[in-house]
Structures are given as C-alpha cells and as structure tokens.
C-alpha cells in the first residue's frame, strides 16, 4: 500500500472521559503467575490425599484434599490424546473437585495438580485413571517431589519424580522438548534487544529509546533498511514516551499487562515531513503485554499493515488515525482493553480479536470485530461495521516474560473455544509456560545449519532482531515447537530453497517472524505439512501468527506461493502477505518481484482472523480445503499490470483475490474487501473480487470493492453479484452472498 489518497477530513472525534480505572487483577489468579508463592517448590508427601470417583458412566469427579488449606487448586488434565486443559477446581468443604465431562469408558484420563500450602505454590506429579475401572483406582499421596511436568504417571500411590520448573505458570505444564540442552534461562539475548529496569533511570531509558527512533523513523530511508530491534521492559513502572519506528517489538516482560506500566504513549503516527500525514506505509512495528497510562489521555497507534497491538491494558483512549486525520489503511488488535473510546476514524478496514472496549467510533469501508465486549452492533454497510459475538478458535500469542527469580519464560496461552474479551480480563490468562533453557537463541551468524541442528535436537527457537540467509529449508518436525521472534527477525531463502517447512504434527506455535523472498524463486516461504495431510488436530492446532510475507521491496525477490496450509484445523492469526509496489530501485516490477499466490489453504477446518494478502499476479488466495472460515479479510489487487492481455484467466479480465475452490462445499467469511489501483494501466479490469462455488455451504458476509480513485475497475464483487466499482472511491457493498 502507497496510497496519497484519503476521504475527505472528518471532524475530530469527541472522545468522552473514562469512568473508572479498569478493575484490579483477581489476586487468587496472581498467585497462579508465581506473583504469590515459591515456584519450584516440592510437593510432600503428607499434603493431600487425591481420589476419582464416577458420577455417571461419562463422569470422571477428581476430589483433592489438601492437609492444610489451600487458596486455589489447579488441575491440569488430558483425556485421551485430547490437549490438555487447565481449571481451576470448586472448593467444597475441606477438598477441591472438578468433574471431567464427557469421558467414555475406556478412557485414560491423566491429571496433575497445583495447589498452595501456607502461601507458596506447589506441583504434583501426574497420575492416570481408566474411565469405568470403578473409581478412586487412582487415589493415593504423592511421595515424590514435584517442580514442573511428571516424568511418569501412576494408577496408585505416585512415587515418580517429575522435571522442570514451573516458574510462574499458571498451573500449566511443560510440553516435552526432545533433548534440548546447554541452554540458559537467563541468555545473552545479542545487541539488537535492549532490556530495561526501573533502576536504569527514566532520562537513560528515553534517551536510548529517542535515539533508535530517529535512527528506525523515516519512511524513505528506514522501510526497506536492515535494522531490527526489540525493547523489553521488565516488571515496573516507566515515564517515558516510546515512538516505534520500523522493525521495531516494544513488549513487556510481566506475565500480565500491568506488571509493566508505562505513563507516558506508546505511539505510532505519521512522523515524518515526507509522510505528509499519511499512515498507509506504517508498517512492521508491534507493541505488546503492557499498560498504558497516556499522557494527554488518548494514545495513538496509526498504523497500516503488519503492526499488531496485542495483550495492551489502555488506562484511556486509544486513536489509530494518524493527528493529521490523513489515510490509514487498516490494522489489527487482539487480546487488549481500552478503558476509554477506541477510534479508527480514516481507517480503511479494521480488525480488533478478544478484547473489552469502552466505546468504538468510526471507520471508512468495514470495521470487523470477534469477541469483542463493547463493540458496535452488526450495521454493515451503514456504519460498515461487521461484528461477531465470539470468536469461534483463538489462542493468544507465545510471549516472553521474566519469572519470581529472574530467570526468563516463554508463556503458551491455552486454547480457547468461542472466546470473547481478552483471556486476562478476568484474572490471568490460562495456559503453561516453558523455560529458556528448552530454547535455542537464535542471533547474528547463526545459519540454517546452526539452526537446523538446534530444532533436531529438540530445542524450540526465540528468534532476536536480524537478517537470517538461509541456504537451506529450515525443518520444524516436532509436536509443540515454538518457534518465537521478536523485532521482526527476517529469514531470507537463498538459491531457490524454500525458507520453512512444519510437519504435520500438533501444536507448532510460530510467531512475529518475517519472510522476505530471495532473488531466486522459491516455490514457497512456508509450508505447514506436506501435500496429502490428513490427521485433525482440532484439540491442539498449529498457529501462525503475526508472520509476514515480503515478495520484493528490499531486494528483487520471488516466489510462487508465500504461505502453503495442507494441515487440517490451523490457525491463521494475523498474516500479511505483501508482494511489495514500492521499494529500493530496481525491486518492483510486473516480472522483476514475481509471486503468483499469497495464501494457498489445502487442510480441513482451518481458520484465518486477521488476513491480509495483496497485490499477488494470479489468485490472491485460494482455498480448497472444506469447512474454512475467514474473519477480516483486506486485499489490494496488482497495481502494475501492464495490459489487460498480461492479467487474463482463461479468457475472463484478471484473477478474483479469494478463490474458493469449485469442489468446496463448506465455507464460510465475515468482513472483506478488495480494492483496485491499476496505475501501470487504468485501462486494466478486474472481472470480480470473490470466486466462489454456489452452492448452500458457502457464505459470505459483509464484502465490498473500491476503485481507488476510479483508476482501474472491478466489474462485480462476488462471482456475478455486485456493481462496477464507481469512479468515486466509494464502496460496492453485498452483505450476504448467496
């Protein structure tokens, strides 16, 4: 996006004053975080007795009796092959239960507990029980002790020890992690994270944070430069003014957002003269787990693609318009709480996933909300705004943070079914954790080689700021590898490989990574399973979030496809897929930065909140896998096509920009649109946006086209269906197709 062109000036919004500071944080759920107790300590022999009784034949009641009074008891189960859940249990009397339902018989159900005794927080090993064996074939007392995940399990009295630690998890165990070793928990992170303590000095901080800015600000030398920095910033409160420049991660290292406060803003604008006060290239910049305190009482984040703002606790209002009131192009929040009023205003489209609003005011062409308290009702098109009341899968990003010892965490939020508002806003969010030590950090002249022998060895990945080439695929093979990046690290394929491949095992979580295509064509950036994947992995999907595709821009980069999904139920949260019509001389071009398809979706029952894919030279994306869903979708069409000749699909003007394919019978969208800005070629048309099969199963809600400008024309929005794009930037609007 590059665009000059903007709606005409709206009025400044009139934001009202927050009512009340949002409410404190449950303190029984803080203690889970390790803000209370001792992590690592050992569980005794003499301090519970722990039974399973059956209800019904589809019941499974587990009963804990803790010797001395516990303030909360956790338990964290497995039925079957199922993923693992973590509840709090119900005090009844002197014990704790929970009933575990449905739960055929036959079953193995496995189970540990977390508990306190006397302030300090304690694990148990794990323990199993059959489903239908009678009951309480599992009760007996630890006589091991216990400081993260069970090595064994038990049918009677535990006598295992387990390994680990759990930190400040909450409850959650530590998924197995090969033979990952020689790691430390407190590493040497390299010299593009910069790490900051209360006790530094507020002047220090601000002045090194003054000083990349200006180094990272400006979008005429900055957007396509080799800089990458992360900022993290430990438990504590900060008076500072944070302005993110490119390439740039500010997050916290509390395990909550208000264990980090920072009074002052936290803001993204259009800084600079050349910006002219436009926002639409405020890319590759995110702010993430931590309070706001602003400083006039409204922050401004005006971004457009690739800037997420995530687990962000707004003590006021929060503005994603640039102060010039000029064009924005759209962005995405997720897992956040804004006490005050949130205004997109110039905002083009918007997405916003699991959050708690005070108010919403504006937007041009669609603002879409899941599981969103506070957000407007379902208007489109007139307000465009498209809202769901839940968002049907979501799970929360990985994140680092620092535990009760100093030593450094990876957090893995649990999955969540139907979610609405942030998954902390009622105490902590629930999930499990993994120490540093089971994570190979990756920096400056590590090679795919290096990498590569990290990830067979069992490790998981924290990727820091960089530029990685790669001369050979990086293989992601294990269930629940993390593979986690701050400041935006870059992994570049050289000679024609393909940067990344995951196999078709559950829970892989990838995150805040950027894959720019080298100037040999790859077939693919990243592949999630191979060709013919089948397995569900419904309980424990792999996630992608907030990862990048870059075709071009920073070098004359190709590749066919960017992103290729064969495995069946994968979360998509938060993608752009950007084949660049702008960059370094010599990088953009109908057939210099060649990409053909951004997004091609093979697997079953996969999920997309927040896609974006643009300017792509064939179908944008095409999905062939049943039971697909999309929620937010934004695409521009190629500007650059140079005659109609060079952009025809079997004699019909130009490629749709989300293809279904015609065997699909089960699909379904919320929230799209696509523009069109053929300035190589205005003469350049677009048969339609959206190709789909008619058939009942597939349906689309809230879909729009725009021709920026009147350059360049759609025909229609979604197969037959829809008006020519007037010549006024102004939308073609079909709420329900069919």
């Known amino acids: 996006m590059r665009r000059t062109l903007r709606p005409d000036r709206p009025r400044p ?52 009796t803790p010797t001395s009074p516990a303030s909360y008891v956790i338990i964290h189960y497995q039925v079957g092959t199922a993923g693992q859940q973590n509840v709090q249990m119900a005090a009844s009397g002197s014990s704790w239960t929970y009933t575990v339902s449905p739960i055929s018989a036959g079953t193995v159900l496995t189970y540990s507990f977390t508990y306190t005794k006397n302030g300090p927080q304690y694990d148990s090993p794990q323990f199993t029980y059959t489903q239908g064996s009678g009951g309480a074939t599992s009760t007996g007392t630890s006589t ?27 409850g959650g165990t530590t998924p197995p992690a090969g033979n990952c070793t020689g790691q430390s928990d407190t590493p040497n992170f390299g010299p593009n994270v910069h790490v ?113 703002f995530r687990r962000i606790d ?11 009131y000029g064009w924005a192009s759209g962005g995405y929040i997720a897992d956040t709480k804004v006490s005050g009023q949130t205004a997109s205003i110039s905002q083009q489209q918007w997405y916003t996933r699991d959050s708690n609003l005070g ?19 379902n208007t489109f098109p007139n307000p465009p705004e498209t809202t769901l009341g839940t968002t049907p899968v979501s799970r929360d990003v990985p994140y680092l943070y620092i535990d009760g010892s100093g030593k ?42 290096t990498i590569n022998s ?150 079953d029952n996969v999920l997309a909140t927040g896609l974006f894919v643009e300017h792509y030279q064939k179908y944008e994306v095409i999905w062939n896998g049943n039971g697909g869903r999309t929620i937010f979708f934004q695409n521009e069409n190629p500007y650059d096509p140079p005659n109609q000749a060079a952009w025809t699909n079997n004699g019909r003007n130009g490629y749709a920009a989300y293809k279904v394919a015609d065997n699909v019978t089960s699909h379904e969208a919320w929230g799209l649109g696509s523009y069109c800005y053929f300035n190589v070629n205005p003469a350049v048309n677009n048969y339609h946006a959206f190709e789909v099969p008619n058939t009942s199963g597939v349906r689309f809600h809230s879909v729009l086209t725009v021709s920026l400008g009147n350059v360049g024309t759609i025909s229609h929005v979604i197969n037959d269906t829809g008006a020519v794009t007037p010549t006024n930037t102004t939308p073609v609007n079909v709420v329900n197709f069919p």
């Open 196 to 308: 900051f303590d209360p006790s530094m000095g507020n002047a220090a901080i601000q002045a090194q944070l003054d000083a990349q800015f200006n180094q990272m600000k400006d979008t005429n030398t900055a957007q396509f430069s080799e800089n990458r920095v992360a900022d993290l910033f430990k438990p504590g409160t900060y008076n500072v003014e944070d302005n993110v420049g490119f390439y740039t991660s500010v997050a916290g290292l509390g395990q909550n957002p208000d264990q980090v406060t920072i009074n002052g803003d936290v803001t993204v604008d259009a800084f600079n003269a050349s910006d002219a006060g436009n926002a639409t290239q405020n890319f590759w910049r995110s702010a993430e787990n931590l309070a706001i305190n602003p400083s006039s009482g409204t922050n401004r984040w005006a971004v457009a693609q690739a800037a997420p």
């Open 144 to 170: 091991g002790t216990s400081t993260g995940t069970s090595t064994g399990t038990s049918t009677g009295t535990s006598t295992g020890t387990s390994t680990g630690t759990t930190g400040g998890s909450t």
């Open 314 to 324: 707004v003590h006021g209002n929060l503005a994603l318009y640039p102060a010039s």
């Open 13 to 64: 919004p009139s934001y009202r004053r927050p009512v009340a500071l949002l409410a404190a944080l449950v303190l029984a759920l803080a203690g889970l975080l390790g803000l209370i107790g001792t992590a690592g300590s050992a569980s005794a022999a003499s301090d519970y007795t722990q039974s399973v009784s059956e209800p019904t034949s589809t019941q499974a009641k587990v009963t804990f």
């Open 454 to 603: 990290a990830l067979a060895a069992g490790c998981n990945l924290f990727v820091t700021p960089g530029v990685y080439h790669l001369n050979q695929t990086l293989q992601v093979n294990r269930a629940d590898t993390v593979v986690l990046g701050i400041g935006y690290p870059t992994f570049v394929p050289d000679n024609g490989v393909n940067a990344m491949q995951v196999a078709d095992v559950n829970g892989v979580r990838l995150k805040g990574l950027l894959f720019d295509a080298g100037t040999t064509n790859s077939q693919a950036l990243l592949t999630i399973g191979p060709s013919g994947s089948a397995a569900s992995h419904a309980s424990d999907p792999t996630s992608i979030q907030d990862v990048f595709f870059r075709i071009g821009g920073e070098r004359a980069g190709k590749a066919t496809t960017s992103l290729v999904v064969n495995s069946d139920n994968t979360l998509i949260d938060h993608i752009w897929a950007w084949r660049a019509d702008h960059g370094n001389a010599g990088t953009v071009g109908w057939g210099t930065n060649t990409a053909d398809t951004g997004l091609i979706v093979n697997g």
């Open 408 to 449: 450094y965490r990876v957090f893995l939020p649990s999955l969540r079914q139907n979610a609405s508002g942030a998954s902390w806003a009622n105490g902590s969010t629930p999930g499990s954790s993994l120490p540093m030590s089971q994570f190979y950090v990756v920096k400056a002249g590590d090679t795919a080689a």
């Open 359 to 377: 108010s919403w005011d504006g937007g041009v062409w669609n603002m879409v909300f899941s599981g969103v308290t506070g957000a407007p009702g």
